[in-house]
């Protein structure tokens, strides 16, 4: 499906590879860097990006995967060899590994962490040495994942994907200068991710989207939840679900939604059941956004550069980050679940596609 919306990818894409990421240890190689969190702070902007990292294999009968370890005080990363030939895991899964007798993951084969790229004018991008978010608890010992970023009362408020054995759970952290950061702790349980929080109180209490992940009745679709206070979450209604087509097998937000004269716009994915991921979009009401005054019909952003149709998953266009400015919306974007990418459009080409 070719989208038929003016919108125009960068010419510089992709902004940001895995060779342009140093490794958080010299026995590492970076795998994927991708789904970026996006933010203004003084004249910089700021993607926090999601790099997956894992030890360099020197044995072709032995695989070699990250775990976290406790010393009983802090938590590090250790490896550990597998043998390729045990019949008791399944290495099917280039992402994974299962344990057959339990029927369930037990590794993954690389871990992710949160690492910060500045730029100056949104494309040229300098990527920091050092992990902003790196994981140090029981809760993100298979790694921490996808950030969005929403700045609300002077803080930048900072929730991410944290995965480990006891599934996949949404944690919140914050900083003032991206130099420094506190975590909050876990907001929502397993299995639930793809949260985004909106910039702004609407009556009274925060507001955000998530996705829940029913395992036996039920499919992977949008709900909203209110909170007084960013941590304690309830009121969870239903938003959308999916539709036949391109967002036939799961849907779920993607960038932190946007206020417009027209109402709340949110970016969202779907998926489609050969796991193609595209990008819509939603429009919400300003004072009730459980309230939908048009959706598009039709994907946004498909898979169709090069970078977008191969890489480390393929088909994929994956957002967790957009500003708007200007009138023009630049959608800060993962391609095939393993480069960073931009594409940009006018305010008026979204309203268009919404027919609002």
Request: glycine residues 6%; hydrophobic residues 40%.
């Amino acid at each position: 499906m070719k989208t038929k919306m003016d919108i125009k990818r960068s010419v510089k894409n992709p902004l940001i590879r895995p060779q342009d990421v140093i490794p958080s240890r010299p026995d590492f190689t970076i795998e994927c860097v991708f789904n970026a969190g996006v933010a203004r702070y003084e004249d910089e902007i700021i993607l926090l990006m999601r790099v997956a990292e894992r030890p360099v294999q020197t044995n072709p009968d032995v695989l070699t995967v990250p775990v976290l370890k406790s010393d009983g005080e802090e938590f590090y990363v250790d490896v550990l060899d597998l043998d390729r030939n045990n019949p008791a895991y399944d290495y099917s899964d280039p992402r994974k590994v299962k344990q057959i007798d339990i029927d369930t993951y037990v590794y993954l084969t690389s871990m992710s962490h949160l690492r910060i790229a500045r730029s100056k004018n949104g494309v040229d991008f300098i990527v920091e040495e050092k992990p902003f978010i790196f994981p140090n608890n029981r809760y993100e010992a298979f790694g921490a994942e996808d950030p969005r970023i929403t700045f609300i009362d002077g803080f930048y408020y900072i929730n991410y994907t944290a995965v480990s054995d006891k599934g996949i759970t949404t944690a919140l952290a914050r900083t003032e200068d991206f130099k420094s950061v506190e975590r909050l702790g876990i907001i929502f349980t397993t299995e639930n991710r793809d949260v985004t929080i909106f910039p702004e109180k609407i009556n009274g209490n925060y507001f955000a989207l998530h996705r829940p992940v029913p395992k036996q009745i039920g499919r992977g679709e949008m709900w909203t939840a209110t909170s007084p206070n960013l941590t304690h979450w309830g009121e969870h209604k239903f938003l959308m679900g999916v539709e036949e087509g391109w967002q036939s097998q799961k849907i779920g937000g993607g960038a932190v939604p946007f206020k417009t004269e027209k109402g709340w716009i949110e970016i969202y994915h779907g998926a489609d059941r050969d796991n193609r991921y595209t990008l819509g979009a939603v429009l919400l009401d300003l004072e009730d956004p459980n309230k939908i005054l048009a959706k598009t019909e039709s994907p946004i952003l498909v898979p169709e550069a090069p970078y977008e149709v191969e890489g480390f998953f393929g088909n994929v266009v994956f957002t967790c980050g957009a500003l708007f400015e200007d009138d023009i919306v630049k959608i800060y974007y993962g391609g095939a679940d393993h480069v960073m990418a931009l594409a940009e459009v006018h305010i008026e080409e979204i309203y268009r596609a919404l027919n609002v």
